[in-house]
C-alpha cells in the first residue's frame, strides 16, 4: 500500500542534523502515513552508519559519489510510492506535526503543484528561505549596489525577499525553496523532477518557472513550521558562493533571453567584483577569480 507521503532527504557530511531530522519526523508523525527516503551523497562522516543503526524504517541510498541536491532528489523520487513527495534538509527538525499540516493544506488547496511552509531558526525567530521571489533584472542591480545587503527586507531595495512578510499567512509566491518543498506526485511527474544540470542552488526556481508555465500557482501554507539551521548541510564559504553564483547564472541562461540574459549576467558580475573590491573579502575574491567558471553556469546534463 501506497504512503500519503514519501519524505525525500538528501544528505552529505550532516550526520548530527540528519539524526535529529529523522528523530523529529519519528516524533512528529501523526494520522498521515510516511515513507522516508534518504540519499546520501558519499558522506565521509558517520551518516550511513547513523541511519542503518537507528532508524531502520529508513529507505537508505548510499550513493558512491556525489550526485548533488538535484539529482539526489531525483532518485530519491524513483524509490517513492506515495501520493505527495515532500523535500527535506537535513539540517531540519519538524515542528508542531508540520508534515501532516502541509499534506492536509495540499488537499484543501489543490491545483498549486509546490506547497511551502514556515522556517525558523533554533530560537523561534523567522528564517525567511521557505520562499523567496525570483530574481529581475532590478533586484540584480540592487545586489550590484550593495542595496539589497544594506536594506535586507524592504520590499523594493531587496525585492526578492518578499518585504516584510513573516510567512505567516497563505500567499501564492514565486519559489518555494527545497529545504521544505511538499509536491504532488501527478504534478511532480508532469514535470519532470528536478533539471539535473543543477548541482546545488537554482533547482527550485527553475522548478517554480516551469511550474508556473505549466499553469501551478507555488503557495505557503503558514502552519507548517520546520526549524531550519541555514548553511548547516553546505561546505566551506567560498565553495558554497561558487555554486550559488553558478546557480543563478544557469538560471538566467536557461530562462532569460537575448539583451535581458546578456545584461543579467553582467549585473552578476559587477556585483561580485564590487565585493570583491570593497569589502576585501577572501571568499568574493575568490569568486570574481573564478568568474569564467561559474559565468557559463553549470553544464547541461548528459542525454
Known sequence: MSADVAVLIVSYNTERELVRCLESLRAQRR??????VVVDNASSDGSVAAVRERFGEVELVASPENLGFARGVNLAATRADADFLLLLNPDTVVLDHAVDELVAFARAHPGHGLYGGRTVR???ALEPSSCWA??????????VTGLSSLARGSRWLDPESMGGWARDTVREVDVVTGCLMLVPRAAWDQLGGFDERYFMYGEDADLALRARAAGLRPIVCPDAVVVHEVGRAS????????LLFRGKATLMRCHWRGPRRALGLALLAGGVAARALLARDAAWATLWRQRRTWLRGFPAPAT
Open 31 to 36: 494520522s498521515v502515513t510516511q515513507q522516508v
Open 134 to 143: 525570483l530574481p529581475t533584472l532590478w533586484s540584480t542591480l540592487m545586489f
Open 122 to 124: 533554533p530560537d523561534g
Open 235 to 242: 561546505a566551506h564559504r567560498a565553495d558554497k558562493l561558487l
